[in-house]
């Protein structure tokens, strides 16, 4: 309580507040009552003309007024320090009680009088907190919004609470409304579920209750794919594996590492959520080149990487993911069996790592342990301890030495435009232009390319037989 009273946003909007019924809601109280720091200060007034009302405590605090949703009157100040922000609206049919009972979960019902300094815990969230349980409110709540059935595996995998068995029951159920939402508002859930430090846990809770096929419909293909001698658990388990031995790295690794993933440069969450999300995709290509040898009975996956980073581009497109998302995930999906298969080969060296920097540019640290998460998460009947330590070992060194040279590890130079190649080749803007680009790229990468004179020469010998 103490915490709440003193929080310095409060008071400086707590004057402005009085005779008024005015209440603190959400995730605000949820995350002060499990000792958390958070700014994420949402606000209810019953006030007729709460637009005014936000706009007239803007101008009084110095604050910037942003409309969020007029017509739902959701409305947003940010502080002078351009950190502290509250949301502002009234209450469903300006009844605070009516408000809270149509929420969805019983952890973020419970709401704080600012004039009365006291909690108002309706359904009992208090407890559910304490118990570290997550309990719906109302059936007919997820009902009118399927995507709050997302947010059950959101908060699960944040708070690392159990479900209730209702809540799971009621999922299995409703499943198949999740497509009533907007994939903008479900890619925002599942990504901040990515985020979280339980989402392995929450993602095979999603896959109990058919939540997880019915918003990603590959996975039924994914789940057809069993043990073998190479891995102890069938193909959705070890993805979901994956992601648990991503967040184990995360949290043992260094915090040059840690501040690495701790960026947020994809939108709003951290890049950690995005390799998670990476990692969660990394073999989807399988169930689509599954063999198996007739002599020795091995289950082989040719080209399984291609075929993913390719198969991902559609489903995050419909999930509407941003290109600059998509190339990231696409990237690692496609390379995440290069860095192993490099630090192995009997011929390494650091002309090697150095092709291998250079290659993967931005995602060098991203996918190197996503290498380290899929190696952790296979331990079939053929997969000794020790080969797996060897290749962890060769893969934190290969780790090492990028921090070492990263400083000194300049870009390529761009040797010729597109409008050059596409001069001296006499052809026009297409795919086979982008192709051309690429393999001059390679041609960069390995040393074969160095020059000008090197890189006019190499496209000259590029065949011309797609264009």
């Known amino acids: 309580m103490d915490k709440i009273k003193n929080n310095p946003v409060l008071k400086i909007i707590k004057p402005y507040l009085k005779d008024k019924k005015a209440y603190i809601v959400g995730g605000y109280i949820r995350d002060i009552l499990m000792n958390n720091d958070s700014l994420d200060l949402d606000l209810i007034i019953c006030e007729s003309d709460i637009k005014y009302f936000a706009k007239e405590l803007a101008e009084k605090i110095n604050a910037y007024f942003i409309e969020l949703d007029n017509e739902n009157s959701i409305y947003r100040l940010v502080l002078e320090d351009k950190i502290n922000y509250l949301d502002i609206t009234k209450p469903v049919e300006d009844n605070i009680e009516k408000d809270i009972l149509r929420r969805d979960l019983t952890i973020n019902a419970i709401a704080y009088d600012i004039n009365e300094e006291k909690i108002v815990d309706l359904t009992n969230g208090i407890s559910d907190i304490q118990n570290k349980i997550i309990k719906g409110i ?93 891995h102890h658990l069938d193909l959705i388990h070890h993805l979901i594996e994956t992601v648990r031995q991503i967040q184990i790295i995360y949290e043992n690794s260094e915090e040059k590492v840690k501040e690495h993933l701790d960026n947020i440069d994809f939108g709003s969450v951290k890049e950690l959520a995005y390799l998670k999300f990476a990692a ?177 020469n190499f496209i000259k010998n590029v065949p011309l037989l797609t264009k």
């Not at 301890?385 to 040279?405: A, C, D, G, P, W």
């Open 138 to 230: 109302s059936d007919k709540n997820f009902e009118d919004d399927p995507l709050r059935l997302l947010r059950i595996f959101r908060f699960a995998a944040k708070t690392g609470f159990n479900i209730s068995d209702e809540l799971i029951e009621l999922t299995k159920k409703l499943a198949p409304l999740i497509h009533k939402s907007a994939k903008e508002r479900v890619n925002t859930e599942l990504m901040k579920m990515f985020e979280g430090k339980f989402t392995a846990e929450a993602l095979l809770k999603m896959l109990e209750t058919g939540l997880l096929t019915e918003i990603f419909p590959i996975y039924n293909d994914v789940k057809k794919i069993p043990p073998n001698s190479h």
């Open 280 to 456: 969660f995709l990394h073999d989807i290509g399988k169930p689509y080149c599954w063999t198996i040898e007739e002599e020795t009975q091995r289950h082989r996956f040719i080209k399984h990487d291609e075929i993913g980073a390719n198969l991902c581009i559609p489903i995050l497109r419909d999930l509407k993911f941003s290109k600059k998302q998509i190339d990231y995930i696409k990237t690692l999906i496609k390379y995440h069996i290069y860095p192993s298969s490099m630090v192995c080969a009997p011929d390494v060296n650091e002309k090697a790592y150095m092709r291998f920097y250079r290659k993967m540019e931005n995602s060098v640290i991203d996918v190197i342990i996503l290498a380290m998460a899929d190696r952790l998460s296979a331990r079939g009947e053929k997969v000794t301890r020790e080969m797996v330590e060897k290749n962890i070992n060769s893969l934190t060194e290969l780790l090492k030495n990028y921090f070492q040279i990263k400083n000194d590890l300049k870009p390529l130079p761009k040797l010729l435009s597109g409008n050059e190649i596409m001069d001296i080749l006499n052809i026009k803007q297409s795919p086979f232009l982008g192709e051309i680009i690429n393999m001059l790229k390679e041609a960069q990468i390995s040393g074969e390319v160095n020059t000008k004179e090197d890189a006019v």
